[in-house]
Protein backbone atom coordinates (compact mmCIF):
# COMPACT_ATOMS: atom_id res chain seq x y z
CA UNK A 1 0.00 0.00 0.00
CA UNK A 2 1.36 3.35 -1.05
CA UNK A 3 1.90 6.27 1.76
CA UNK A 4 -0.06 8.73 0.18
CA UNK A 5 -2.95 8.87 -2.69
CA UNK A 6 -1.84 5.98 -5.75
CA UNK A 7 -1.57 9.28 -7.67
CA UNK A 8 -1.35 6.28 -11.02
CA UNK A 9 -4.90 5.30 -10.81
CA UNK A 10 -6.18 9.51 -10.97
CA UNK A 11 -6.45 10.79 -14.81
CA UNK A 12 -3.78 12.46 -17.00
CA UNK A 13 -3.93 14.96 -19.62
CA UNK A 14 -2.60 12.62 -22.25
CA UNK A 15 -6.08 10.13 -21.43
CA UNK A 16 -8.91 10.24 -23.31
CA UNK A 17 -11.93 11.39 -21.42
CA UNK A 18 -13.72 7.95 -21.66
CA UNK A 19 -12.31 4.46 -22.78
CA UNK A 20 -15.21 2.45 -25.87
CA UNK A 21 -15.43 -0.03 -23.69
CA UNK A 22 -17.40 -1.77 -26.41
CA UNK A 23 -14.33 -1.75 -28.84
CA UNK A 24 -12.44 -3.24 -26.26
CA UNK A 25 -14.74 -6.00 -25.01
CA UNK A 26 -14.31 -6.86 -29.40
CA UNK A 27 -10.50 -6.88 -28.56
CA UNK A 28 -10.29 -8.18 -24.97
CA UNK A 29 -13.50 -10.71 -24.54
CA UNK A 30 -11.89 -11.53 -21.47
CA UNK A 31 -12.09 -8.42 -19.72
CA UNK A 32 -12.37 -7.95 -16.24
CA UNK A 33 -13.30 -5.32 -13.34
CA UNK A 34 -13.02 -5.06 -9.52
CA UNK A 35 -14.73 -4.38 -6.77
CA UNK A 36 -14.32 -4.03 -3.09
CA UNK A 37 -15.95 -5.80 -0.91
CA UNK A 38 -15.31 -4.61 2.93
CA UNK A 39 -15.72 -7.16 5.97
CA UNK A 40 -13.65 -9.92 6.82
CA UNK A 41 -13.21 -12.54 3.76
CA UNK A 42 -14.09 -15.16 6.24
CA UNK A 43 -17.12 -14.04 6.69
CA UNK A 44 -18.11 -13.42 3.67
CA UNK A 45 -17.00 -16.05 1.31
CA UNK A 46 -18.74 -19.49 1.43
CA UNK A 47 -18.19 -22.61 -0.20
CA UNK A 48 -21.54 -24.02 -2.06
CA UNK A 49 -21.12 -27.39 -3.76
CA UNK A 50 -17.11 -26.89 -3.87
CA UNK A 51 -17.60 -23.44 -5.47
CA UNK A 52 -16.45 -20.05 -3.46
CA UNK A 53 -19.35 -17.69 -3.62
CA UNK A 54 -19.93 -14.56 -2.28
CA UNK A 55 -22.68 -13.98 1.28
CA UNK A 56 -25.83 -11.54 0.10
CA UNK A 57 -23.83 -9.91 3.30
CA UNK A 58 -21.17 -8.43 1.21
CA UNK A 59 -23.69 -6.30 -0.83
CA UNK A 60 -25.20 -4.33 2.06
CA UNK A 61 -25.74 -0.93 0.01
CA UNK A 62 -27.59 -0.94 -2.77
CA UNK A 63 -26.31 -2.90 -6.26
CA UNK A 64 -27.55 0.00 -8.21
CA UNK A 65 -25.50 1.60 -11.00
CA UNK A 66 -22.86 -0.52 -9.12
CA UNK A 67 -19.30 0.99 -9.01
CA UNK A 68 -16.38 -1.07 -10.50
CA UNK A 69 -12.70 -0.97 -11.52
CA UNK A 70 -11.38 -1.67 -14.85
CA UNK A 71 -8.88 -4.53 -14.60
CA UNK A 72 -5.78 -4.67 -16.80
CA UNK A 73 -4.12 -1.12 -17.07
CA UNK A 74 -3.32 0.97 -14.33
CA UNK A 75 -5.82 -0.27 -11.63
CA UNK A 76 -3.86 -3.05 -8.95
CA UNK A 77 -7.00 -3.82 -7.01
CA UNK A 78 -4.98 -5.87 -4.55
CA UNK A 79 -2.89 -2.65 -3.94
CA UNK A 80 -5.62 0.01 -4.30
CA UNK A 81 -9.29 -0.96 -2.95
CA UNK A 82 -7.89 0.43 0.35
CA UNK A 83 -8.22 3.99 -0.80
CA UNK A 84 -11.91 5.27 -0.50
CA UNK A 85 -12.98 8.96 -1.08
CA UNK A 86 -14.85 10.89 1.65
CA UNK A 87 -14.90 14.25 -0.29
CA UNK A 88 -17.70 14.10 -2.91
CA UNK A 89 -15.54 17.12 -4.75
CA UNK A 90 -12.96 14.39 -6.08
CA UNK A 91 -15.48 11.72 -6.62
CA UNK A 92 -17.16 13.66 -9.66
CA UNK A 93 -17.29 12.70 -12.91
CA UNK A 94 -13.87 13.95 -14.34
CA UNK A 95 -14.14 16.71 -17.41
CA UNK A 96 -11.09 15.65 -19.86
CA UNK A 97 -8.96 18.42 -18.31
CA UNK A 98 -8.76 20.11 -15.27
CA UNK A 99 -6.75 17.72 -12.36
CA UNK A 100 -6.47 17.13 -9.01
CA UNK A 101 -2.73 16.06 -7.29
CA UNK A 102 -3.71 17.06 -3.54
CA UNK A 103 -5.67 14.29 -2.31
CA UNK A 104 -5.41 15.21 1.56
CA UNK A 105 -8.14 14.50 4.02
CA UNK A 106 -10.13 13.44 0.89
CA UNK A 107 -9.80 9.84 1.36
CA UNK A 108 -9.28 7.05 3.74
CA UNK A 109 -8.10 3.78 4.56
CA UNK A 110 -10.25 0.38 4.77
CA UNK A 111 -8.65 -2.08 6.55
CA UNK A 112 -10.53 -5.04 6.40
CA UNK A 113 -11.79 -5.82 2.60
CA UNK A 114 -10.52 -7.87 -0.38
CA UNK A 115 -11.08 -7.14 -3.86
CA UNK A 116 -13.09 -9.50 -6.11
CA UNK A 117 -13.54 -9.76 -9.93
CA UNK A 118 -16.27 -10.03 -12.79
CA UNK A 119 -16.00 -10.56 -16.30
CA UNK A 120 -17.47 -7.98 -18.36
CA UNK A 121 -18.87 -10.35 -21.35
CA UNK A 122 -20.60 -12.69 -18.34
CA UNK A 123 -22.34 -9.76 -16.93
CA UNK A 124 -23.27 -8.48 -20.39
CA UNK A 125 -24.58 -12.15 -21.10
CA UNK A 126 -26.35 -12.88 -17.77
CA UNK A 127 -30.02 -13.58 -18.42
CA UNK A 128 -31.55 -11.04 -16.02
CA UNK A 129 -35.09 -11.17 -15.99
CA UNK A 130 -38.00 -8.58 -15.13
CA UNK A 131 -41.03 -10.27 -13.84
CA UNK A 132 -44.55 -9.01 -14.15
CA UNK A 133 -47.94 -10.05 -13.52
CA UNK A 134 -51.27 -8.20 -14.40
CA UNK A 135 -54.97 -8.58 -13.11
CA UNK A 136 -56.47 -6.41 -15.24
CA UNK A 137 -56.71 -6.44 -19.08
CA UNK A 138 -56.82 -2.26 -18.91
CA UNK A 139 -53.57 -2.33 -16.67
CA UNK A 140 -51.96 -4.85 -18.89
CA UNK A 141 -53.00 -2.36 -22.33
CA UNK A 142 -51.92 0.64 -20.81
CA UNK A 143 -48.20 -0.91 -19.89
CA UNK A 144 -47.93 -2.15 -23.74
CA UNK A 145 -49.11 1.09 -24.90
CA UNK A 146 -46.58 3.11 -22.87
CA UNK A 147 -43.63 0.58 -24.19
CA UNK A 148 -41.20 1.88 -26.78
CA UNK A 149 -42.70 0.51 -30.27
CA UNK A 150 -39.32 -2.02 -31.03
CA UNK A 151 -40.86 -3.80 -27.89
CA UNK A 152 -44.62 -3.97 -28.90
CA UNK A 153 -43.97 -6.93 -31.14
CA UNK A 154 -42.59 -9.09 -28.73
CA UNK A 155 -44.29 -12.66 -28.71
CA UNK A 156 -44.73 -12.49 -24.36
CA UNK A 157 -46.70 -9.10 -24.39
CA UNK A 158 -49.55 -10.30 -27.48
CA UNK A 159 -51.78 -12.22 -25.13
CA UNK A 160 -53.02 -10.84 -21.57
CA UNK A 161 -53.33 -13.88 -19.04
CA UNK A 162 -54.53 -12.83 -15.86
CA UNK A 163 -52.35 -13.35 -12.80
CA UNK A 164 -49.87 -14.98 -14.60
CA UNK A 165 -45.71 -13.92 -14.77
CA UNK A 166 -44.93 -12.46 -17.84
CA UNK A 167 -40.72 -12.44 -17.90
CA UNK A 168 -39.01 -9.81 -20.17
CA UNK A 169 -35.63 -9.27 -20.93
CA UNK A 170 -33.75 -6.65 -19.06
CA UNK A 171 -30.73 -4.25 -20.23
CA UNK A 172 -27.73 -4.42 -18.91
CA UNK A 173 -24.63 -1.63 -19.46
CA UNK A 174 -21.13 -1.02 -18.38
CA UNK A 175 -19.68 1.97 -18.15
CA UNK A 176 -16.55 3.91 -18.27
CA UNK A 177 -17.31 6.92 -16.25
CA UNK A 178 -13.98 8.74 -14.60
CA UNK A 179 -13.64 10.47 -11.72
CA UNK A 180 -10.88 13.16 -10.59
CA UNK A 181 -9.48 10.32 -8.05
CA UNK A 182 -9.96 7.31 -10.40
CA UNK A 183 -9.53 7.41 -13.95
CA UNK A 184 -10.46 3.63 -13.77
CA UNK A 185 -13.85 3.74 -12.30
CA UNK A 186 -16.50 2.12 -14.31
CA UNK A 187 -20.63 1.32 -13.51
CA UNK A 188 -22.39 -1.80 -14.46
CA UNK A 189 -26.16 -0.43 -14.89
CA UNK A 190 -29.13 -2.41 -15.52
CA UNK A 191 -32.32 -0.68 -17.11
CA UNK A 192 -36.06 -1.51 -16.80
CA UNK A 193 -38.18 -3.13 -19.55
CA UNK A 194 -39.76 -0.40 -20.56
CA UNK A 195 -36.91 1.95 -20.32
CA UNK A 196 -33.81 1.46 -22.14
CA UNK A 197 -32.41 4.99 -21.47
CA UNK A 198 -32.51 5.68 -17.94
CA UNK A 199 -30.72 3.16 -15.44
CA UNK A 200 -32.30 1.79 -12.80
CA UNK A 201 -30.89 4.38 -9.55
CA UNK A 202 -30.05 3.48 -5.80
CA UNK A 203 -33.10 3.77 -4.07
CA UNK A 204 -35.79 3.13 -6.51
CA UNK A 205 -39.06 3.00 -5.30
CA UNK A 206 -40.63 0.21 -7.76
CA UNK A 207 -41.13 -3.26 -6.66
CA UNK A 208 -40.77 -4.33 -10.20
CA UNK A 209 -37.12 -2.58 -10.03
CA UNK A 210 -36.39 -3.75 -6.60
CA UNK A 211 -36.76 -7.26 -7.83
CA UNK A 212 -34.23 -6.84 -10.91
CA UNK A 213 -31.68 -5.11 -8.54
CA UNK A 214 -32.46 -8.23 -5.96
CA UNK A 215 -31.59 -10.93 -8.80
CA UNK A 216 -28.65 -9.06 -10.17
CA UNK A 217 -27.73 -9.75 -6.76
CA UNK A 218 -28.30 -13.46 -5.72
CA UNK A 219 -28.17 -14.52 -9.16
CA UNK A 220 -25.16 -12.97 -10.13
CA UNK A 221 -22.90 -10.71 -8.60
CA UNK A 222 -22.55 -13.49 -5.22
CA UNK A 223 -22.17 -16.23 -7.70
CA UNK A 224 -20.41 -15.35 -11.08
CA UNK A 225 -17.49 -14.02 -9.08
CA UNK A 226 -13.86 -14.55 -8.93
CA UNK A 227 -11.31 -14.56 -6.85
CA UNK A 228 -8.40 -14.42 -9.44
CA UNK A 229 -6.50 -11.07 -9.92
CA UNK A 230 -5.26 -12.16 -13.11
CA UNK A 231 -6.26 -10.32 -16.16
CA UNK A 232 -5.26 -9.62 -19.54
CA UNK A 233 -3.08 -6.33 -20.13
CA UNK A 234 -5.00 -3.33 -21.89
CA UNK A 235 -3.09 -1.13 -24.57
CA UNK A 236 -2.55 2.19 -24.11
CA UNK A 237 -3.37 3.75 -26.99
CA UNK A 238 -7.05 2.68 -25.25
CA UNK A 239 -6.72 5.32 -23.19
CA UNK A 240 -4.02 7.84 -24.27
CA UNK A 241 -5.17 10.42 -26.19
CA UNK A 242 -2.37 11.19 -29.04
CA UNK A 243 -2.36 11.03 -32.56
CA UNK A 244 -0.93 7.52 -32.72
CA UNK A 245 -3.31 6.17 -30.09
CA UNK A 246 -6.23 7.90 -32.05
CA UNK A 247 -5.63 6.21 -35.13
CA UNK A 248 -5.24 3.26 -33.91
CA UNK A 249 -8.69 2.93 -31.71
CA UNK A 250 -10.12 4.49 -35.50
CA UNK A 251 -8.66 1.51 -36.97
CA UNK A 252 -9.91 -1.24 -34.34
CA UNK A 253 -13.18 0.91 -34.92
CA UNK A 254 -13.61 0.32 -38.19
CA UNK A 255 -12.50 -3.36 -38.09
CA UNK A 256 -15.35 -4.01 -35.34
CA UNK A 257 -17.81 -2.38 -37.83
CA UNK A 258 -16.55 -4.68 -40.81
CA UNK A 259 -17.02 -7.68 -38.70
CA UNK A 260 -20.85 -7.06 -37.78
CA UNK A 261 -22.01 -5.92 -41.19
CA UNK A 262 -20.12 -9.96 -42.26
Not at 83 to 108: C, H, N, Q, T, V
Not at 153 to 164: A, C, D, L, R, S
Amino acid sequence: MESGYPLQIIPRECYSQSIDLGMLLNVNPFLRVSRRIDGNIKDLVLVVGGVRVLSVNAFQSSVARLSVNLSGAKFNARRHIYYRPIDASIFDSWDGRSLIRDFSGKYEIISQCFPVYYRVRDFLDFPLKQDMTFNHQKEFDGFVANLPANKRENEYIQQFNKGKKLFFDVKKSVNHMPTYCNYWHVELNVFSFNDDFNPIEPGVSSGTCKRILKHLKTDFLTKKVSFCHFSLPILPFFYRNDRVSMRLRHFFLSMSLRKMEE
